[in-house]
């Protein structure tokens, strides 16, 4: 045989380097720097090497927990309380390398950050933000956020969860689906009907009439905990509401912050499976040569630099607005639904370049290819980001047929 | 030029590199001292061709190994010039002190050396070399299996100073080497098996020759998914390590693409496969058609040979 | 009403940790000019044997008390390792630096940091034993040289209770005792490096660096430039168990991997 090595990957390790075409983390300060390569370093050596098995036996490493908190990273731009007090660029960036690991891994500190501890730090009373937010911070209590509910996804003003007032107590029945951490939490934040009036409330494992069963069967976020809430005659004592907001305001200020994270985040799994497919592609050798010297495979990994790279400067002007002030939730829509759908389609186009290899475990596109499904519909769905920008551009709300 | 030579020393004889540090700097024109500590292996330098003289340097210091007082005994017993020893741990300790006693430059683990004086040596992990000229005095280490060794053949005069130093490094305990295998992550020299090995009791034919090499033991994933007693955080590949030895020796893996990808940067692959088609041969330096039941045994032998 | 306040704290040290920063070592090296591109590198990092020095020197001060003073020698970017290593807990940073300082030679490598322990106070010296991109490996021997100090090379454990030390040895390894001053390299040892979190990344915000200068000399070496390794011979395929014998004569020979 006697034939030429073929040395076309010569000195090139298979690490990750991130895709930043237009130096976009050059803007960011060295504050940020230091904590993306934390975060980067960490997902590296604790996260990489588990995923697949946690995917297999579908749980949500405890250990992972563990080390968030001691990042300190969860609730990232929240200031006080045992709260890191980063900058909303920084907690995106750190959304963005946890979902190069896994969006299941992302999901768990969105949830955490900014629908569990976010609306006690913005609405909750002086006592509950001690109860609470240091525990929550440093990873040992677990939150989760309840608004969604069986038949009420797109339109939770119709939930039919409801509190009433007892005097001494509330009593809350009903039940929430699709609740990410829900078996796992140690609270809960439950948006419930009082008189009519959409409130918050905190309900506490262990609580009595309150469970929160797991749903099983997933074919996407396997490395993420999925729950019901259920709540009948779930009592709770009245220091347990949240104060400071009545109305759809107060999910919707959480769903802001971590719709706003999850445009980061998306960009972290695309650059994940763009990375995998530049590097499969330039090692495949077909019909004598690296399948990356192909035109229909440059044509995709060209798309995918385009779109990662649009994404990116999307992520990051949406970031500095957050940190401003100038920002709308309109513009929260745009950066969650465009980042989320290009990943989404990366994920499937590097599934593509993979061939056949592309559907083991071996590689990370298609766990992130079935994660983005899940990602493409929470937290808002990809065509109710639409009729938001929709509504914003004429005036003209689409979402129902009366008012 | 007057070039003076650090023996290495092995046990009480003389080391093998020591005659290839008398061949580089004869290459130089130079007819090298050589400094033996405690007289070892004196009788043996000074019947190197080319060897200009020998000198024992006894001394109480030399029982333990501490740099700062070998530095002391040998700088008192070397001239002028060029100081050179072997770029192993001990070497580069010893040189690098009478570099700086003397505040003359040191250049280590030099891999070519000709006249000027001008020296090659690796950087960044051998991804690059580096040309330096030193123009006077220096101090340089050289890489072992470079340079030719000289033969015998000479009849240098020997002589005896007492030279010593102030030991300041006490030895506690000595520690038997460590029976755990490497991990394949700290491995320089890693022998992975596939499922061509049969079964994994045949993985001990890889472990034997692994503990006579310092290698680690590592293995395809097919190995690691069809047999439970090989351990994932052996394997090599895309999920599990990624290694970068200097030498990989694939035995009895075919070279799927998932393979390669955790083992593509080694320096040196060697593959023994009893497929001629196997696409581990199309990235190996060395592939060798056979089954690993007729090359292992071979190999072993022959690696006892080189000890 | 008399209270005892008593704060023991035994054989407190003042250690003294050598920094380098250097490419990261999963980095493609190129040549640009006849030298290494290091406009090229896009990931700096601490020279890896380095950070075991660093985590060794953390565990020291956490079992005996003290203080760690930080040094590097490098360009501004090289201020980056000091920010990690403040991030970790060091409070003392130390850069060292002056015109023209591109290609210093070993001795004026040692010569600048020996000015900075000295000033530190350390009576302890832990760096890694060889720097990721030069691969040299002179210069812990080289400051102990100058500081009249003792040196052990190539620690792989540490005992921090009893300031013990592992080092290869002919047969295996042993633990020894140094006498201070001493300066120790350590290769890769068994400890888990600690990673930063975020209140000290914040914290290293707030440190401060002391940029240092010395007056070094002229260096005795000239670097000429450098260049790719040889490109290795095509791939040879031997038939049968009879050619190990030539195989294994190659791997030492040409190879030189044996």
């Not at chain 2, 039941?293 to 071979?298: D, I, K, R």
Request: negative net charge; glycine residues 10%.
């Amino acid at each position: 045989m006697s034939q030429t090595s073929c040395r076309l990957f010569k000195g090139e390790d298979m690490v990750y380097e991130a895709l930043d075409f237009y130096d976009v983390d050059s803007q960011l300060s060295e504050e940020e720097i230091m904590v993306r390569d934390m975060v980067r370093d960490w997902v590296d050596a604790e996260v990489l090497p588990k995923i697949e098995h946690a995917c297999r036996d579908g749980v949500f490493p405890d250990e992972w927990r563990v080390a968030l908190g001691e990042m300190g990273v969860l609730g990232a731009p929240l200031d006080g309380y045992g709260c890191p007090g980063l900058s909303y660029v920084a907690y995106g960036v750190i959304c963005r390398e946890l979902e190069r690991g896994d969006s299941g891994l992302r999901s768990f500190a969105s949830v955490q950050g900014s629908l569990a501890m976010y609306p006690i730090w913005d609405f909750g009373s002086e006592e509950q933000k001690n109860k609470y937010l240091p525990k929550m911070a440093s990873g040992d209590l677990i939150g989760c956020f309840g608004l969604t509910e069986p038949d009420y996804g797109s339109n939770p003003g119709g939930m039919i969860t409801k509190a009433e007032d007892k005097g001494d107590h509330y009593i809350l029945n009903g039940a929430k689906m699709w609740i990410t951490n829900g078996t796992i939490s140690d609270l809960a934040i439950v948006w419930a009907k009082l008189d009519g009036v959409i409130r918050g409330f905190i309900v506490e494992t262990g609580d009595e009439g309150y469970s929160a069963p797991e749903m099983k069967g997933k074919h996407s976020l396997k490395a993420s905990v999925t729950s019901e809430l259920v709540f009948q005659d779930c009592k709770i004592p009245k220091d347990r509401i949240l104060p400071g907001v009545k109305g759809l305001k107060g999910p919707f200020s959480c769903l802001n912050n971590a719709r706003y994270g999850i445009s980061w985040g998306a960009l972290g799994a695309a650059q994940a499976c763009f990375h995998s497919a530049k590097e499969y592609t330039l090692s495949r050798i077909q019909f004598d040569v690296p399948i990356a010297s192909y035109q229909l495979i440059q044509n995709k990994l060209a798309w995918m630099l385009r779109e990662i790279t649009k994404g990116q400067l999307l992520a990051l002007e949406l970031g500095k607005k957050k940190d401003d002030g100038s920002w709308i939730p309109e513009h929260i829509s745009l950066a969650k639904m465009n980042n989320v759908d290009i990943a989404l389609e990366i994920a499937r186009m590097a599934r593509d370049m993979h061939g056949a290899n592309g559907i083991l475990d071996e590689y990370c596109i298609m766990r992130h290819m079935a994660n983005l499904e899940s990602v493409k519909t929470y937290e808002g769905t990809h065509d109710i980001h639409n009729l938001i920008l929709g509504r914003h551009i004429t005036g003209i709300q689409s979402f129902t047929r009366s008012e | 030029m007057e070039i003076t030579i650090i023996a290495e020393t092995q046990e009480n004889n003389l080391h093998s590199v020591t005659r290839q540090l008398v061949g580089a700097a004869t290459s130089l024109g130079a007819s090298p001292t050589i400094l033996c500590a405690n007289g070892i292996g004196a009788d043996e330098a000074a019947g190197i061709s080319g060897v200009g003289k020998v000198v024992s340097v006894n001394g109480d210091c030399f029982t333990t190994f501490d740099g700062g007082a070998w530095a002391t005994a040998f700088d008192a017993a070397a001239g002028e010039g060029v100081i050179m020893g072997a770029a192993t741990a001990q070497g580069r300790d010893v040189v690098s002190r009478i570099a700086a006693r003397r505040g003359i430059p040191v250049v280590q683990d030099v891999v070519a050396l000709s006249e000027g004086i001008k020296m090659t040596h690796p950087i960044y992990s051998g991804k690059a070399m580096q040309d330096v000229t030193v123009a006077g005095d220096c101090a340089m280490t050289l890489r072992a299996n470079i340079f030719s060794a000289a033969d015998d053949g000479g009849s240098a005069e020997s002589s005896i100073v007492q030279q010593s130093g102030d030991v300041k490094i006490a030895v506690q305990e000595a520690i038997a080497k460590a029976s755990e295998r490497l991990d394949v992550t700290d491995a320089d020299i890693i022998i992975s098996g596939g499922r061509g090995m049969g079964g994994p009791e045949n993985f001990d034919k890889l472990y034997s020759i692994a503990d006579g090499l310092g290698a680690a033991v590592g293995a395809s994933r097919a190995a690691v998914d069809a047999w439970d007693e090989i351990p994932h955080n052996m394997q090599v590949g895309q999920t599990g390590k990624t290694v970068n030895p200097s030498l990989y020796i694939a035995v009895g893996i075919s070279g799927a693409i998932q393979h390669l990808a955790g083992m593509r940067t080694s320096k040196f692959i060697v593959a023994i496969n009893k497929d001629p088609e196997a696409p581990i041969f199309k990235i190996a330096d060395y592939g060798i058609v056979s089954t690993w039941e007729e090359a292992l045994p071979v190999l072993a032998s022959e690696i006892a040979n080189l000890q | 009403m008399f209270i005892e306040v008593s704060f023991v704290a035994l054989n407190m040290v003042e250690i003294a940790v050598l920094l380098k920063q250097v490419p990261d070592t999963n980095a493609k090296i190129a040549i640009l000019g006849g030298r290494v591109d290091e406009s090229a590198v896009t990931s700096w990092v601490t020279s890896p044997y380095d950070e075991y020095a660093l985590e060794a020197a953390l565990q020291h001060i956490e079992a005996a008390g003290g203080s760690i003073t930080a040094i590097t020698l490098g360009p501004d970017r090289a201020d980056k390792v000091l920010k990690d290593a403040a991030a970790l807990g060091v409070t003392k940073l130390v850069r060292i630096w002056g015109d023209g300082w591109e290609d210093l030679d070993s001795n004026q490598v040692q010569f600048a940091l020996v000015d900075a322990v000295r000033a530190s106070g350390a009576e302890l010296v832990y760096c890694g034993k060889q720097s990721a991109d030069r691969n040299q490996g002179s210069t812990g021997p080289g400051v102990a040289e100058m500081l009249g100090a003792a040196c052990v090379v190539e620690v792989s454990e540490f005992d921090a209770s009893s300031s013990s030390y592992v080092r290869p040895a002919s047969s295996g390894s042993e633990k020894v005792t140094v006498s201070s001053p001493a300066v120790i390299t350590f290769s890769k040892t068994e400890s888990d490096l600690r990673r930063p979190n975020v209140r000290g990344i914040m914290m290293s915000k707030k440190a401060q660096i002391d940029l240092v200068s010395s007056d070094v000399g002229s260096s005795q070496v000239n670097f000429n430039g450098d260049s790719s390794p040889a490109e290795k011979p095509p791939g040879k395929t031997f038939q049968g168990s009879d050619c190990i014998p030539e195989v294994v004569g190659l791997l030492r020979d040409e190879a030189k991997v044996l």
